[in-house]
């Protein structure tokens, strides 16, 4: 939970330091605006300082994106924003006609949105230090213009010492008003990792109770829920769905698969379990799974607060039977109209039924699976979802793998070793592949030899034949010459 706090404020803290780059991007104008107001006599301000004004901002926007490109050097990228703004606003304040005295305190205040008390402290007593420093070439000019009765010291002094008692006012504040807002946003995220982690739970415990009804059901979706993340985040490292599929929507459709089939718990075990073909009627009973699914999730997690999260699973229940051309079930709804979650999931399902085996069926090697999925594309399955799941392959054959050591380690446990592993399986399926194709070739080169035996028969009688009829011909001729 505490990585989870520290993960938040870590978070808050990129945010606030691409929003202070913009502004030190955008307060590069300031010095050719500047400029601008000298050329109008508005204001009495050299060209040179206007220019180093910019060269200046320039140089720490640099800094800060080499900064941003080295590990170590990140950290750091916050302190040099805020002393780099605040140098900027000092030797501006210093400037002849430049009347700042709030501004000196806008940094300190902004490091507030850091929700650091320590950082907080930190940029405050550093932009002190720094106004002062700047206060002193601006007491030369504020004699000068303003003040001809002071000293330079006179009216450093007193100016000085109230900038001073107005600071540590400002300290104080602003360190007890972050100190309020760092402890109440920590309680407020262990909250919300606790509800989290009860959701996550609950929709475990789901998932746990359809394992407990039907063990093929229960590795399914253990395996589908996996196969689900890897095309989610396919899709969006490859720019499909950028919008849609950020890490917290993977997650969710993730965490959504294992409830796609909760409606099977409502299905008969003669039906679920049946070895063979369904017969039309009982295969209207097990579609209904999908409305079913639907049912219990909205009568049993409808209070989550994570409505997006109930929203994928919700979708996930209903919708993973649809079909790409809309020939699906339960609403044959097609293409986008369908939830992109329960179109993620419905080559999940296929990709996992395919390759398993069941009460009712063989698996099939990899080969023909992906041939399957070429076949269904933009049929039953969206074209980029194809794309994902044929990229994907040597993922997947991995995660078999690791899931074949997982069953492994269950057949272990319970004392059953006569049951083939998920990867012994496909070993054998391989090499049955392996041997089909080899009789396949041989097949083919015997019919090859047989052709060309039966060519070569056929040239032989034709040619004897020839022979004959040659021999007949010469002999008429010799009884016609006699």
Same mark, same amino acid.
């Given at each position: 939970?505490?990585?989870? !706090?520290?993960?938040?404020?870590?978070?808050?803290?990129?945010?606030? *330091? !691409?929003?202070?780059?913009?502004?030190?991007?955008?307060?590069?104008?300031?010095?050719?605006?500047?400029?601008?107001?000298?050329?109008?006599?508005? #204001?009495?301000?050299?060209?040179?300082?206007?220019?180093?004004?910019?060269?200046?901002?320039?140089?720490?926007?640099?800094?800060?994106?080499?900064?941003?490109?080295?590990?170590?050097?990140?950290?750091?990228?916050?302190?040099?924003?805020?002393?780099?703004? !605040?140098?900027?606003?000092?030797?501006?304040?210093?400037?002849?006609?430049?009347?700042?005295?709030?501004?000196?305190?806008?940094?300190?205040?902004?490091?507030?949105?850091?929700?650091?008390?320590?950082?907080?402290?930190?940029? $405050?007593?550093?932009? #002190?230090?720094?106004?002062?420093?700047?206060?002193?070439?601006?007491?030369?000019?504020?004699?000068?213009?303003?003040?001809?009765?002071?000293?330079?010291?006179?009216?450093?002094?007193?100016?000085?010492?109230?900038?001073?008692?107005?600071?540590?006012?400002?300290?104080? %504040?602003?360190?007890?008003?972050?100190?309020?807002?760092?402890?109440?946003?920590?309680?407020?995220?262990?909250?919300?990792?606790?509800?989290?982690?009860?959701?996550?739970?609950?929709?475990?415990?789901?998932?746990?109770?359809?394992?407990?009804?039907? @063990?093929?059901?229960?590795?399914?979706?253990?395996?589908?829920?996996?196969?689900?993340?890897? %095309?989610? @985040?396919?899709? /969006?490292?490859?720019?499909?769905?950028?919008?849609?599929?950020?890490?917290?929507?993977? @997650?969710?459709?993730?965490?959504?698969?294992?409830?796609?089939?909760?409606?099977?718990? +409502? =299905?008969?075990?003669?039906?679920?379990?049946?070895?063979?073909?369904? $017969?039309?009627?009982?295969?209207?009973?097990?579609?209904?799974?999908?409305? !079913?699914?639907?049912?219990?999730?909205?009568?049993?997690?409808?209070?989550?607060?994570? /409505?997006?999260?109930?929203?994928? %699973?919700?979708?996930?229940?209903?919708?993973?039977?649809?079909?790409?051309?809309?020939?699906?079930?339960?609403?044959?709804?097609?293409?986008?109209?369908?939830?992109?979650?329960?179109?993620?999931?419905?080559?999940?399902?296929?990709?996992?039924?395919?390759?398993?085996?069941?009460?009712?069926?063989? +698996?099939?090697?990899?080969?023909?699976?992906?041939?399957?999925?070429?076949?269904?594309?933009? $049929?039953?399955?969206?074209? +980029? =979802?194809?794309?994902?799941?044929?990229?994907?392959?040597?993922?997947?054959?991995?995660?078999?793998?690791?899931?074949?050591?997982?069953?492994?380690?269950?057949?272990?446990?319970?004392?059953?070793?006569?049951?083939?592993?998920?990867?012994?399986?496909?070993?054998?399926?391989?090499?049955?592949?392996?041997?089909?194709?080899? /009789?396949?070739?041989?097949?083919?080169?015997?019919?090859?030899?047989? %052709?060309?035996?039966?060519?070569?028969?056929?040239?032989?009688?034709?040619? *004897?034949?020839?022979?004959?009829?040659?021999?007949?011909?010469?002999? *008429?001729?010799?009884?016609?010459?006699?």
């Amino acid at each position: 939970m505490e990585m989870k !706090q520290n993960s938040y404020f870590a978070n808050n803290e990129r945010l606030m *330091n !691409q929003i202070l780059l913009r502004v030190a991007e955008v307060l590069f104008f300031v010095g050719p605006l500047l400029a601008v107001f000298n050329f109008e006599g508005l #204001y009495n301000i050299r060209y040179e300082e206007c220019a180093l004004i910019s060269i200046f901002d320039i140089l720490v926007v640099l800094v800060v994106i080499w900064f941003g490109w080295h590990e170590s050097m990140k950290p750091a990228v916050k302190y040099v924003l805020l002393f780099g703004l !605040q140098i900027g606003i000092c030797w501006v304040a210093a400037m002849e006609g430049m009347n700042i005295y709030i501004a000196y305190a806008l940094i300190p205040a902004v490091s507030c949105l850091y929700f650091n008390r320590r950082f907080t402290l930190y940029i $405050t007593g550093g932009s #002190y230090l720094v106004m002062l420093l700047s206060l002193w070439p601006r007491a030369g000019m504020e004699v000068n213009l303003n003040y001809p009765n002071l000293t330079q010291w006179d009216w450093f002094g007193a100016f000085g010492f109230g900038l001073t008692v107005e600071f540590l006012l400002l300290v104080l %504040i602003l360190v007890a008003l972050t100190g309020k807002i760092q402890n109440t946003l920590e309680v407020l995220q262990l909250k919300n990792t606790q509800m989290k982690e009860m959701q996550r739970q609950l929709v475990s415990g789901f998932a746990n109770l359809i394992e407990s009804r039907d @063990n093929d059901t229960g590795h399914h979706v253990r395996r589908t829920s996996e196969y689900v993340r890897m %095309i989610a @985040n396919w899709l /969006r490292d490859n720019r499909y769905y950028t919008a849609e599929l950020s890490i917290k929507a993977v @997650n969710d459709f993730a965490m959504a698969a294992p409830l796609h089939d909760t409606g099977k718990i +409502c =299905i008969p075990d003669s039906i679920l379990k049946k070895e063979g073909a369904l $017969t039309p009627e009982e295969y209207d009973i097990m579609k209904q799974h999908t409305t !079913q699914g639907y049912r219990l999730i909205r009568d049993n997690l409808g209070k989550l607060e994570d /409505r997006r999260l109930l929203t994928a %699973i919700e979708n996930t229940a209903l919708y993973h039977h649809e079909r790409w051309d809309g020939t699906g079930y339960p609403k044959g709804i097609s293409g986008r109209e369908i939830p992109l979650c329960a179109r993620i999931m419905a080559a999940a399902d296929t990709l996992d039924a395919l390759l398993s085996e069941r009460c009712y069926k063989k +698996c099939l090697n990899m080969t023909e699976v992906m041939e399957i999925f070429e076949k269904e594309r933009g $049929t039953h399955f969206e074209p +980029c =979802i194809v794309d994902a799941v044929r990229d994907l392959e040597p993922m997947i054959m991995l995660f078999i793998q690791e899931e074949e050591e997982y069953e492994h380690a269950l057949r272990q446990a319970s004392g059953d070793s006569s049951v083939p592993t998920f990867s012994e399986r496909f070993e054998q399926l391989e090499k049955a592949h392996e041997v089909e194709e080899a /009789r396949k070739v041989e097949k083919g080169n015997q019919e090859k030899t047989s %052709i060309s035996e039966e060519a070569q028969a056929v040239t032989e009688q034709t040619a *004897n034949a020839a022979d004959t009829q040659k021999s007949g011909r010469g002999r *008429n001729k010799r009884k016609k010459n006699r």
